[in-house]
Nanobody
Framework: QVQLVESGGGLVQAGGSLRLSCAAS????????VGWFRQAPGNEREFIAG????????VYKDSVKGRFTISRDNAKNTVFLQMNSLKPEDTAVYYC?????????????????WGQGTQVTVSS
């Protein structure tokens, strides 16, 4: 098992930046691919970005490409999501999730472990 805890959310003005962290504990973190998802009220949970076990492969939702960057530090058991040029439509609860897939997948049901989420609010 692995436990995930997100942090770094908050209130920011449009055009601003936030850096989310996903801290893992439990099993060897480098065994897990990690994804970031978000869910706004009334919407389904959607894939934002994913990173492979080694960090060598990253995948992004089209609407965040060039604005968001996912990275990981396996020595510190942490995955990051740097979010720049934030827009009001980025407002949501952001979750990190992990699975043992050898590739980066986008489907929420493919992830076995989830954090509790962190709120990101972007004001216009």
């Amino acid at each position: 098992q692995v436990q995930l805890v997100e942090s770094g959310g908050g209130l920011v003005q449009a055009g601003g930046s936030l850096r989310l962290s996903c801290a893992a504990s439990g099993r060897t973190f480098s065994l897990f691919a990690v994804g970031w998802f978000r869910q706004a009220p009334g919407n389904e949970r959607e894939f934002i970005a994913g990173i492979s076990r080694s960090g060598g492969v990253t995948v992004y939702k089209d609407s965040v490409k060039g604005r968001f960057t996912i990275s990981r530090d396996n020595a510190k058991n942490t995955v990051f999501l740097q979010m720049n040029s934030l827009k009001p439509e980025d407002t949501a609860v952001y979750y990190c999730a992990a699975n043992t897939s050898p590739t980066v997948v986008r489907v929420p049901s493919s992830f076995d472990y989830w954090g509790q989420g962190t709120q990101v609010t972007v004001s216009s």
